[in-house]
């Protein structure tokens, strides 16, 4: 049961790492949904004693490679991430779908919070309001997510 | 209730280790080889994400009709010729510039060894604008390396994996690269502004003659870049009175949204620049 588990979530990671490596035309690159944030939020919650911190800064370090940032970038946001749902799934679980979406949403704006903090302390700010485009594409997604991996766990983890 | 107080020590823990590896990369440069290695776990993913762009383009020419084909081909069939014309030109130009040279007693050399590379992905993001391009350490790439398209310079490689490496683009907000305007040999140094259409020229003196439409090509300051490559035309230029510089805009030259195929160039003085000089030099 655990392997199959973890054999489903890797998959569904690899997957959101694809789709967010997929190539876009240069006027929607900014609002491609963090496709993997979400897929990993979605797996803490639903499978905590799988999907941990440890996950995140792995995670977080290919994500890194993808974007050429620096190492550590993505690892430190999502380890946050990380934190804050291991401290929370079992109220996050119960939660109706609206306000699911609603703390999904505030867990996006930690997460671009963490990552804008450190480039603007190595000195490489984002320019422009659209670094924030992607949280309310993916929050509009994210009920669809949510039902769609729920189907997935069901099944076969 | 125990179980969820070493959750938190542990996230704290990786969290610590993360700023560490912050720390490492930016300051200390010394996380090149987890990045390469990570570089090939991550490969996979964007060669299959960059597939079904090439089989619509499969497809799309496939269904592209005779005559069309037929008029490229017409169209590519002069562009030859004109090219092989100009070819020629250049042929006895370069050896005229190199007895030059040689009279001077200088010792540039002029041909580099390139190597073509093919995109695999690419990542333009607010500020940040990078390419994945599938020649890496395996083909003797280096960090610091220029590309070039077909319309002129592209970017520098910024990291390197073994199988493929990340480029900077010239747009990218981080990037700069010293050039001088090709008319009047005036230098200046171009920077991303983090849109792919615009350069900034800086530190154009007050006084300098700048016309709309001139061409820029790179300096070979730095030693980074060679000298003598296009990199952007002349788009807007703003004096304010009094001022010291002049605000100078410039639009690439080099296709940054479309090109696919890219030159990878050795640059004089790169150890890996005189191995196999001749074999895959062009």
Known sequence: ?157 | MMARAGYHRRTLGWALLAVLLIISDHYLGYLAGIRSGLSVLVYPLQVVSGKPVEYLEVVAGYLGSRERLLEKNATLQDQLVTMQVRLQRHASLEEENLRLRELLASSIRLEERVQVAQLVSMDVGPGQHHLVVDQGSRHDVYTGQPLVDAGGVMGQVLHVGPFTSTVLLITDARHALPVVLNRTGVRAVAEGTGSLDRLRLRYIGGNVDVREGELVVSSGLGGKFPQGYPVARVSRVKRNPGGEFIEVEATPVARMERSRKFLLVWHNGHPAADRAGSGQGG
Do not use: H, K
Not at chain 1, 1 to 10: E, K, S, Y
Not at chain 1, 63 to 89: H, K, M, P, R
Not at chain 1, 102 to 118: H, K, T
């Open chain 1, 1 to 157: 049961m655990q392997a199959v588990g973890r054999r489903t979530i890797l998959i569904s990671l690899a997957i959101a790492l694809l789709l967010s490596a997929l190539p876009m035309p240069g006027w929607a690159e900014s609002w491609v949904p963090m496709w993997v944030v979400l897929v990993y939020i979605y797996w803490c919650i639903a499978r905590p004693e799988l999907v941990g911190s440890a996950t995140a800064l792995a995670l977080g370090l290919l994500l890194d490679v993808q974007q050429a940032s620096v190492l550590g970038e993505n690892a430190l946001a999502l380890v946050i991430v990380a934190g804050v749902v291991g401290g929370t799934y079992p109220r996050l679980r119960m939660y109706p779908l609206i306000r699911q979406a609603i703390a999904v949403a505030l867990l996006l704006l930690l997460y671009l919070l963490v990552r804008l903090g450190i480039r603007v302390m190595l000195g490489t700010p984002p320019t422009g309001w659209l670094y924030w485009a992607p949280v309310p594409v993916s929050v509009l997604l994210w009920p669809w997510i949510f039902l769609l991996l729920r189907d997935v766990r069901r099944r076969y983890a």
